[in-house]
């Protein structure tokens, strides 16, 4: 390990829709709240898979002891976003195809029931956020990582409003990955503004908001069908990330 050549530039502040918001929150450690930051950055591929760094790296880059920033890469180690490598520092961890399977499958079992639950306790509120994010993934003229953000958050709003909060936060933490994905993979990203991707989310949208549990349930199954079968063709051809 070297110097701080190999850490990226931290971001100067949050995006909409980014995967973690960084703005203070009282209720956040500052461990947290580094946490945080460096999870946007892999997240949003600033940090790419193999990139190597130290704790004396990001404690100068943050103007920090390096105690917060051990505790943070603590906690990203045991999501599986870094690896330990002794002796040397932390290490993005790459993503493979049997992460890619994983993800994918694990969504399939959660996400359907879930946007079912959505039906169920649909409310005024929730019709104006979906209504709202839908029209901003497919309005012209926003840009990629508005289409991104407002996928990301249309599958989000559906799981936390199946009021299963630990459910929602599985699966908050899924999307994260797949966000990831479509970030390491700009080829996949024409996805997002396809007229597939727009049927589906128009189709569950219209579920939800009439509170058709069931039309709700099996749509959002077959979208992310659609979506798995895209995500893993565009993988095999880049390879392991």
């Not at 918001?21 to 209720?27: E, F, G, L, Q, V």
């Amino acid at each position: 390990m070297t110097s701080t050549d190999n850490v990226l530039p931290l971001p100067t502040g949050p995006t909409r829709g980014s995967p973690t918001d960084t703005t203070k929150d009282a209720t956040q450690s500052q461990p947290e709240r580094i946490r945080g930051m460096i999870r946007r950055q892999i997240i949003r591929a600033e940090l790419r898979p193999g990139q190597i760094f130290t704790e004396p790296d990001l404690a100068r880059e943050y103007g920090v002891s390096k105690t917060p920033v051990r505790e943070a890469l603590q906690m990203l180690t045991v999501e599986g976003l870094v690896n330990v490598l002794p002796r040397k520092g932390y290490m993005v961890r790459s993503l493979s195809f049997h992460d890619v399977r994983e993800v994918m499958d694990l969504r399939l079992i959660l996400e359907p029931p879930l946007a079912a639950a959505a039906a169920r306790n649909v409310t005024a509120d929730l019709v104006t956020d979906l209504r709202s994010l839908v029209e901003d993934q497919f309005r012209d003229g926003n840009t990629l990582e508005d289409r991104l953000a407002a996928a990301r958050d249309f599958h989000v709003t559906c799981s936390q409003a199946s009021r299963n909060t630990r459910a929602a936060a599985v699966d908050r933490s899924l999307t994260d990955e797949v966000m990831r994905f479509y970030h390491l993979m700009p080829t996949a990203r024409d996805h997002f503004a396809s007229a597939e991707e727009q049927d589906a989310h128009e189709a569950i949208f219209d579920a939800v908001a009439t509170g058709n549990a069931e039309a709700a349930q099996e749509l959002m199954h077959n979208h992310l069908l659609e979506s798995n079968a895209a995500m893993i063709r565009t993988f095999y051809n880049a390879g392991p990330l």
